[in-house]
């Protein structure tokens, strides 16, 4: 790969769990920006699912929002749905930003939970290289 190591890690994040899943493929040899790529993936992609689940759960998925539920507009369903997804949306934004930066200045990060589930993707996947 012709990018600078600092660039990869910092790319990695750009484009959330899909860059993530870019650079696992295009770069074999660097663990660094592959570490990178798979906290990305596993981070993002751990939220995104969270976020889908709350959105159906509130019956924000459906267009919904909680109506034909039983609980109303504002039941106790929507209420906490609403809570989680604006928990994650805040992460989700705190994390890509720690992250990209982390990455760029060369830094070593392991986002708390997401890291270490990260490291044992990513050596599942290399084959405990």
Request: hydrophobic share 55%; charged share 10%.
């Amino acid at each position: 790969m012709s990018l600078k190591p600092k660039t990869a890690g910092l790319l990695c994040y750009l484009g959330f769990w899909v860059t993530g899943i870019v650079f696992l493929v295009i770069e074999k040899k660097n663990k660094v920006i592959r570490f990178h790529a798979m906290q990305a993936l596993v981070t993002f992609g751990i939220i995104n699912i969270i976020w889908g689940i709350a959105l159906n759960v509130g019956g924000f998925g459906l267009g919904l929002w909680g109506l034909g539920w039983g609980f109303g507009f504002w039941g106790p369903q929507v209420i906490a749905a609403t809570a989680v997804f604006i928990i994650f949306y805040v992460l989700w934004w705190v994390l890509w930003g720690v992250g990209m930066y982390k990455a760029y200045h060369e830094r070593p990060y392991r986002i708390p939970v997401f890291g270490g589930l990260a490291e044992k993707c990513l050596a599942k996947l290399d084959g405990g290289k």
